[in-house]
């Protein structure tokens, strides 16, 4: 695998691989990478002859009062992981290399699936989010980027993003990986204490407990909600949101021939989120 740091020299390497008509898959991360950043990197290499990753800490995406200062760094470890995954090509480029002419200089926003849930509680985040991930698509031009389901909402406005702006590329979104215990894999399990660690697990608990009630005929969305809710308090947890909404759209569940269920909150000063599909028939 080779590393890179600046735009010159990935699309030098870009270049010849598409002279040699070879199909290229892309892996946009901010690093600290786990088992289900390096499923995305397998799953690119069904899908093509060449992969691509990136490793960006985003300042854009992160709202006042979060953890960009304190996102763990650890390239030399990503870059290990990216070799025995089999990636062919890292992009970890230095700020100035992604925004050239200052951090929000320009931005890209994407309209109607921005606003709820996360949009409510991070104000601007997916503004940055659809920005860098713009940026990167524009430098890297892959046939195919893959993404993890885990950041449901966050796959659905780069689905929109890529649809309303014409972008020639494939998007996959790639099941969530989990731990044995159902807990999704996520860069700031690592913040849990090893008690709430232990407790994380509900997140996960709940969300089955709502597929089920969804597959046994139950529609009173609005009590299903407030009873996992209940349940993520009793646990320590202090939720954002419980929501049941359209698996495609994320529009309001009565809409729904399939759905998805996601959940936000924070145990301790860790937040988590998580989300279930679950099929209607």
């Known amino acids: 695998m080779r590393t ?3 735009v010159a020299e990935l699309r030098a390497q870009l270049a010849a691989w598409r002279t040699a008509g070879e199909r290229i898959a892309f892996v946009p991360t901010m690093g600290n990478l786990h088992a289900g950043h390096i499923e995305l990197v397998r799953q690119g290499r069904q899908r093509a002859q060449r992969v691509v990753a990136s490793v960006f800490v985003n300042p854009l995406q992160f709202g006042v009062n979060e953890d960009f200062g304190r996102y763990p760094r650890s390239l030399p470890q990503d ?3 990216l070799i025995t995954a089999g990636c062919d ?3 970890a480029p230095g700020v100035e290399e992604v925004y050239p002419q ?12 921005t606003e709820m849930l996360e949009g409510e509680f991070r104000p601007g985040h997916f503004d940055g989010v659809a920005t860098v991930v713009n940026i990167l698509f524009n430098l890297v031009q892959p046939d195919v980027a893959l993404f993890g389901q ?3 909402q966050q796959l659905a406005v780069i689905r929109r993003m890529v649809a309303d702006l014409r972008l020639p590329l494939e998007v996959v979104g790639v099941p969530t990986l989990r731990a044995e215990d159902g807990l999704a894999l996520s860069s700031r399990n690592q913040y849990l204490s090893a008690e709430e660690r232990a407790r994380a697990t509900t997140v996960h608990r709940v969300l089955s407990r709502i597929a089920e009630g969804l597959r046994a005929g139950r529609r009173d969305y609005e009590v299903l909600q407030s009873e996992a809710a209940l349940t993520l308090q009793r646990a320590g947890f202090r939720p954002q949101y419980v929501a049941i909404r359209s698996a ?3 529009e309001p569940a009565a809409s729904a021939t399939d759905w998805v269920v996601l959940v936000a909150a924070f145990l301790g000063t860790t937040r988590l989120i998580d989300n279930l599909v679950v099929a209607a028939g």
């Open 4 to 6: 890179v740091h600046t």
């Open 89 to 91: 090509l890292l992009f």
């Open 102 to 113: 200052g951090v929000g200089a320009t931005t890209v926003r994407v309209a109607g699936v």
């Open 79 to 81: 870059a290990a992981q």
């Open 150 to 152: 885990k950041d449901y």
């Open 248 to 250: 495609e759209l994320l």
